[in-house]
């Protein structure tokens, strides 16, 4: 296990990405700067928060276009005269390249983009936490379209959240509140999507990231809101059901979102639990990471 430790200025890590030569791209909770960190271990600030990014809950880097793709909702908000204002949740695409944002959109519908999977053709996946609802961007500017909608993502008080694509195209998705994982096998123009939940050993706690391994199997972050034991998960959605669930990793902080570098899953240590949870023990920490896991050889790779 390796830790790289943030800049003090940057707080809250949650998006994580892994760039064409293994630079990790780390987005924030509260701000829109995202930082870089080469695999040498050097951290730079890869692009500064403007109107349109003001967080980065999920960033991925898709190498068909070059592009970095950044869920930016406005989780916290600002209080003015006791009660909390939030700016309209918003999704970007992002030219690193020329540190410029080639395009932008709120969120319809006030929904909250909360995670970002890409579909291999460059275009995007986007979990909407609020409106409980999958949408999808084929490309920069596109139309938003609902891929899913159904009644099994509604049980929470924060529906969707992680998000990725199966080997075989379905997407896998995680219900923040509810600690359920389902899975939605895409519709046509004549059939509407179909949804259907995975039978786990038990509820998980507040199911955040989610990458598949080369190998297929699922590793999931299970968020641990309210015990605090947050851990790195891996799913054989193969097994007999209910599916074989490994703990990898557990004692870890908030974790939030993953990435595949080679030989690793690197991970953001969110520690956001004082900011969620009423419990007065609970203080601001003064110091963010991202955790560096290392996987076995024949299931790593780049993501």
């Known amino acids: 296990m390796n830790y790289t430790e943030l800049p003090s200025d940057f707080a809250y890590p949650n998006g994580i990405t892994t760039g064409p030569d293994g630079t990790l791209y780390v987005g924030s909770v509260t701000s829109g700067n995202i930082l870089s960190i080469a695999p040498d271990g050097a951290i730079a600030t890869a692009f500064e928060e403007t109107d349109e990014v003001f967080a980065g809950t999920s960033v991925r880097f898709d190498p068909l276009t070059d592009l970095l793709w950044v869920a930016s909702p406005d989780f916290l908000g600002e209080e003015v005269d006791g009660e909390i204002i939030r700016r309209p949740h918003r999704?970007?695409?992002?030219?690193?390249?020329?540190?410029?944002?080639?395009?932008?959109?709120?969120?319809?519908?006030?929904?909250?983009?909360?995670?970002?999977?890409?579909?291999?053709?460059?275009?995007?996946?986007?979990?909407?936490?609020?409106?409980?609802?999958?949408?999808?961007?084929?490309?920069?500017?596109?139309?938003?379209?609902?891929?899913?909608?159904?009644?099994?993502?509604?049980?929470?008080?924060?529906?969707?959240?992680?998000?990725?694509?199966a080997p075989n195209g379905d997407?896998?998705?995680?219900?923040?509140?509810?600690?359920?994982?389902?899975?939605?096998?895409?519709?046509?123009?004549?059939?509407?999507?179909?949804?259907?939940?995975?039978?786990?050993?038990?509820?998980?706690?507040?199911?955040?990231?989610?990458?598949?391994?080369?190998?297929?199997?699922?590793?999931?972050?299970?968020?641990?809101?309210?015990?605090?034991?947050?851990?790195?998960?891996?799913?054989?959605?193969?097994?007999?059901?209910?599916?074989?669930?490994?703990?990898?990793?557990?004692?870890?902080?908030s974790p939030l979102n993953l990435t595949l570098t080679v030989d690793s899953v690197a991970i953001t240590e969110g520690q956001i639990r004082h900011l969620i949870v009423d419990d007065p023990s609970l203080t601001p920490p003064e110091t963010f990471r991202v955790l560096t896991f290392p996987l076995s050889e024949s299931e790593a790779d780049d993501s």
């Open 91 to 165: 999704v970007a695409a992002i030219d690193l390249s020329s540190n410029s944002v080639v395009w932008s959109s709120a969120m319809p519908d006030e929904g909250f983009a909360n995670d970002i999977a890409l579909d291999g053709e460059g275009g995007v996946y986007i979990t909407d936490s609020v409106r409980d609802r999958i949408l999808y961007l084929s490309e920069p500017g596109a139309p938003f379209e609902i891929v899913a909608a159904d009644p099994l993502m509604t049980p929470g008080d924060l529906g969707p959240a992680g998000i990725a694509v």
């Open 171 to 253: 997407l896998i998705i995680g219900l923040y509140s509810d600690g359920a994982l389902l899975r939605v096998s895409l519709g046509t123009d004549e059939t509407p999507a179909q949804v259907t939940p995975i039978n786990l050993p038990r509820p998980l706690e507040n199911p955040d990231g989610l990458v598949f391994t080369p190998e297929g199997r699922l590793l999931v972050l299970e968020g641990a809101a309210e015990s605090g034991d947050g851990k790195l998960l891996a799913v054989d959605l193969s097994s007999p059901e209910p599916h074989t669930v490994d703990v990898l990793l557990d004692g870890i902080d």
